[in-house]
Structure formats: C-alpha cells, structure tokens
C-alpha cells in the first residue's frame, strides 16, 4: 500500500525541518511480536503532549551517485556517531517503502527540548520528526501526496523506527494497535481517537518530574522483547485491551476520578511486568516513589483531581484538569520540586 515505482526529480540538495512532540500513553504499549516489524501485542492510547517537550529535525540530504545509504547525526549540534546504526537500520527497515532514500546522503541534524533517553520518550518524537522529513522528501520528489495518505505513511514510518512514534505524528489523542472497539484502529499506522469526548479531556495539565536525567537501564525495546517469555504476559494484554474499553466510556462520560485511577493502575501494571519479567528491573527510583505516595496523600486532604503515570522509567507526568492548574502547579512547586531534577510543564489537547 505504501510502496510504489517511479522516476523522480527533485532539486540535488535541500532541507527540511519538522517539529514533533512527545506523547504519554495513557494505555500502554509494552510487548511486541518478535518478528522486528514493529506489531505490537496490545493496543495503546496516548495524548501528544503540547508546549516544552518536542524534537526538531533539520534533515539535510545531497544527492548521490553511489546507491548506499549514507547518514550523519548531531544531536544540540554535537555529532552522535553511536545515534547512526539505530537509523541506519530505520532507513533500512523503511527503504522497501521509500526506495528514493539510497540515492541521498543525509545529516540530521536534532535537537530535544528535555533529557534523552529519561524516560520521555525521545525516541518517540524524534523518529516521527525524521519520518515526516522523510514525507516532505516524498512530496518533493513529485509524488501527488493526499494529506491523509501523507501522515498514514509517515506513522507507518515511524513505527517501524519505535512502535510509540507513530502516536506522536498526530496531535491529541491517538490509538495505535488493533481494537474491536475503536473504528479504524490497525497494527500498522496510528490513527486519531475517532470519537467524541467530553469537554473536561479536551485540555489538560500534564506536569512532568524529571525525576532522574540518566540514560535509561532498561532500554524500551529490550522490555519489549522480554514480555515474549513473560509469565503473566497473556494476563497482561488481556487487561489492556479490557482497560481501553474502559476509557472509551470514561473519556465520553468525562469522569476524571475513574480516568485517573485507571491511569495510574496502568502505569503500574507496566512496572509490574517490567519487575517480574526475566531479567527483572526496577526503574522507579526512591524520589518516584515518594512523589507518587505525596500525590496519594495531597489527594486525600484535598479532594483535588491530580494523578500520575509513568514511562518506562523514573519520571513522573501528573495529569489534572485545567481549572484547577493553579492550586496544583502551586502545590507541585511548593512540595514535591524537592525530588525532582527538574519540572516541565506541559500539556495534553484533544481539539
Ligand atoms: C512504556 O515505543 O519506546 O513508553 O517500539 O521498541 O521503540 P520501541 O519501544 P517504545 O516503547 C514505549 C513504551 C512505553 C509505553 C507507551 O508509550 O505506550
């Protein structure tokens, strides 16, 4: 569907520039076939995160005669040779769709606006950042692209760089994976959440905690690939596919308590897997947890809707409703910017 044969013209050198931003899984992905194309084992749902948390790729390519894929990588303007076999086997992995790329050498040139490899998901933006350059070459080369047809692809690209890129392509909220429930859902391209919410999910706070800036112990594909011999895997993906159900009806009817209680069961239904799989890990760090049982206790008192999930690492997104932004934000700084590196401020919209 996304291959096609073609002589192409385009000018011999330029660049590109796109910009995405991160995304948080409010299901989470975590287990895919063994098979590297990138299917994953349950479906998930995220929000693409607003303002302070996005890649900016500057794709440069030149023409070339050879036919071999050449790449370079900076990252903040510093060359990142050990970045290069990762995307040297994206390029490859996508090249049977994009067969144009063999004929470019490429530098790409990106910057992050958070940590690498800290449990925001860079990975995710920067892949979906590089694929949509990768689309603007497609266009440029003449192709006749449908805007539709443009971002389907570049999400069917980005998967194949890391699953949750291809969630990032689309602002809001975005399913990836197949669901009985949710219209249009499918394992090879992420689609926007096809139905209507109720206004309370439409904008809300997500702030995050850098809890811990250090590269990550468990790298994600790794944890991937360990819940194939998981002992409670089959449980596992039972369990997601039941709690999306549940949010569907949750996001129509717009109550936050359930939506919250459910995000945070999932977020440590992630780490569950992630400390019981074979090896096992822990990625939350002492700060994590106090933070989380701080967030347990502020709710008590106050009765506010604040919750939490997690990545697969230390750090910690708190998710509440805008009006209440100020009380909340005041009390984050007040209590828990104590065990955290840093504080990002950002948000999740479902326009
Ligand atoms: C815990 O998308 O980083 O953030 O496909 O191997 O690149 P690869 O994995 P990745 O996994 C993300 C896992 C997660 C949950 C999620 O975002 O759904």
């Given amino acids: 569907m996304f291959f096609y044969k073609k002589k192409y013209s385009i000018e011999p050198n330029g660049i590109i520039t796109r910009k995405s931003y991160s995304n948080i899984a409010l299901i989470k992905y975590w287990g895919k076939h063994n098979n590297k194309i990138q299917i994953p084992l349950n479906s998930s749902i995220s929000y693409t995160l607003g303002s302070k948390v996005y890649t900016e790729t500057r794709l ?5 005669k050879k036919k071999n894929i050449s790449i370079r990588v900076f990252l903040s303007g510093k060359e990142k040779k050990s970045f290069v076999p990762k995307i040297l086997e994206f390029f490859h992995r996508i090249s049977f769709y994009c067969s144009y790329l063999k004929h470019f050498n490429f530098i790409i ?3 992050n606006s958070f940590p690498h490899s800290s449990g925001i998901a860079s990975s995710a933006s920067s892949m ?6 990768i689309m603007e070459i497609e266009k440029k080369l003449g192709y006749s692209l449908k805007k539709d047809f443009f971002f389907r692809k570049a ?7 890391s699953g949750s890129a291809c969630r990032s392509i689309y602002p809001g909220l975005v399913v990836w994976g197949y669901h009985q429930s949710i219209k249009g859902s499918n394992n090879l391209y992420a689609i926007r959440y096809p139905y ?39 449980e596992r993906f039972k369990y997601a596919n039941k709690n999306m159900d549940r949010l569907i009806s949750i996001l129509k009817i717009g109550d936050f308590q359930e939506f919250g209680e459910l995000i945070e069961h999932e977020a440590l239904n992630l780490h569950a897997m992630i400390m019981t799989s074979i090896p096992y890990f822990l990625c939350m760090k002492p700060n994590t947890i106090h933070v989380i049982h701080n967030v347990w206790d502020f709710r008590i008192q106050s009765k506010k809707n604040i919750y939490f999930t997690l990545d697969a690492g230390a750090n910690i997104h708190l998710l509440y409703p805008i009006k209440e932004k100020k009380s909340i934000l005041k009390w984050i700084y007040s209590d828990l910017f104590f065990y955290s590196k840093k504080i990002i401020e950002s948000y999740c919209f479902n326009n």
Avoid: W
Wanted: charged letters at 20%; proline letters at 5%; hydrophobic letters at 40%.
């Fill in 60 to 64: 440069i390519y030149h023409i070339r």
């Fill in 109 to 111: 040139e990106t910057y």
């Fill in 128 to 133: 979906s950042a590089l694929s949509l350059c």
């Fill in 155 to 161: 999400s069917f690209l980005a998967r194949l760089g």
């Fill in 196 to 234: 209507k919410i109720h206004p309370i999910f439409t904008k809300i706070v997500d702030t995050i905690l850098i809890i811990d800036e250090n590269p990550k112990k468990i790298l994600s594909s790794k944890g991937h690939q360990l819940m194939n011999k998981h002992p409670y895997a089959k």
